[in-house]
């Protein structure tokens, strides 16, 4: 059962990764087979892992047909984006005085790094240690329930740029907001680096909007505007 569970969780982790970076497209069809095939697993370790994967709404049970990839739409892409406009300049202001700057500045540093790899990998490398720092900051403030949630937002937001990014090939560029910021965390201003996080967080939002409506619209599809999610 130990060893069941190891091989679900292994399956859960790498089939949750193609989905956030978009290797599996959002609203495509998938069947066991396929992907005990693709991930090499056994029938009972594949549905150990989609039935995480469906409990956190990354993928959805089509009876008959397998399992679809969760669309990316129009109110998730509004919602995700409201939510952290709202909780990130907060935790931004309560991390003041709090927030380790040696390790903003060296997770700064890693968002920066360039490897040699294709493009989605690249992407990927900047994703996570963005993640890192975003959450670094969250972790400060010292509330674990405005942690866990921007820890589920910042997922999210890697499916949409992978979505556009990846599609339009290029790599999302943050400028200077992560090191005006850490400048407002030395200087104990509270103000200026809630604003600084806003700022930040209404610019990627631009951003990434262009792209996925660039990538939609090369693709002769568009969004749904809404979905209504049935909750068992």
């Known amino acids: 059962m130990t060893e069941s569970l190891s091989l679900g969780e292994r399956a859960y982790h790498a089939i949750r990764r193609d989905i956030l970076t978009c290797r599996m497209m959002p609203g495509t069809l998938v069947t066991e087979s396929e992907l005990m095939e693709r991930y090499q697993l056994g029938k009972s370790t ?4 989609l039935a995480r994967l469906s409990h956190e709404y ?15 739409t129009l109110q998730d892409v509004e919602e995700i984006f409201t939510l952290r406009v709202q909780l990130e300049p907060l ?6 005085g709090k927030v380790d700057i040696d390790l903003l500045k060296r997770l700064e540093a890693d968002c920066r790094v360039e490897v040699a790899a294709p ?24 509330n674990q329930h405005l942690l ?30 992560h090191n005006a910021m850490i400048d407002a965390f030395i200087e104990g201003d509270r103000k200026r680096v809630e604003f600084i996080a806003r700022r930040h967080i209404e610019t990627f939002q631009a ?8 990538t939609l619209t090369s693709g002769g599809t568009l969004l749904p505007v809404q979905e209504k999610r049935v909750f068992s």
Request: with cysteine; charged share 25%; glycine share 4%.
């Open 58 to 72: 990354l993928v959805e049970s089509r009876p008959r047909k397998g399992y679809r990839i969760a669309p990316i």
């Open 207 to 214: 951003m990434t909007l262009e792209k996925i409506y660039a």
């Open 46 to 49: 594949c549905r150990l892992a």
């Open 91 to 96: 935790a931004a202001r309560l991390a003041v």
């Open 148 to 177: 866990r949630t921007l820890s589920t937002l910042m997922d999210e937001m890697a499916r949409l740029v992978a979505l556009g990014f990846n599609v339009q090939r290029t790599k999302p560029e943050i400028r200077h907001d």
């Open 119 to 142: 493009l989605p990998t690249r992407i990927d490398v900047f994703m996570n240690a963005n993640k890192r720092f975003h959450l670094a900051i969250a972790e400060a403030a010292g």
